[in-house]
């Protein structure tokens, strides 16, 4: 492992208590320009959705999630069995 590896993996992170519990999201929109990449999670529940949290990110670490949850998918999968994927809620957006 080089040094820069190492000092990365020694960074402290800080949870703060308003991002602690979490927010619950059964809709995703996903939008880009060149630059960034910009995600919307939404709670849709007819009549309306609330978008609850909006993720800006570079497309190298897009790319970088988007392999870091295929990973844990397949991790996932392979204790607890194949995950069916749910149809989209009523109304809500089709990307």
Do not use: C, W
């Not at 849709?44 to 870091?68: C, D, E, T, Y």
Request: aromatic share 6%.
């Amino acid at each position: 492992m080089s040094q820069k590896e190492d000092d990365r993996k020694k960074v402290p992170v800080k949870m703060p208590e308003r991002v602690l519990p979490g927010v619950y999201s059964n809709q995703m929109m996903v939008s880009h320009t060149r630059e960034e990449f910009v995600l919307d999670f939404l709670n849709l529940f007819p009549p309306q959705g609330v978008v609850n949290a909006r993720v800006i990110v570079s497309p190298g670490h897009l790319k970088r999630m988007i392999r870091a949850l295929s990973d844990n998918l397949g991790k996932y999968e392979s204790r607890f069995g194949a995950v069916v994927e749910a149809e989209p809620p009523e109304g809500g957006p089709l990307n």
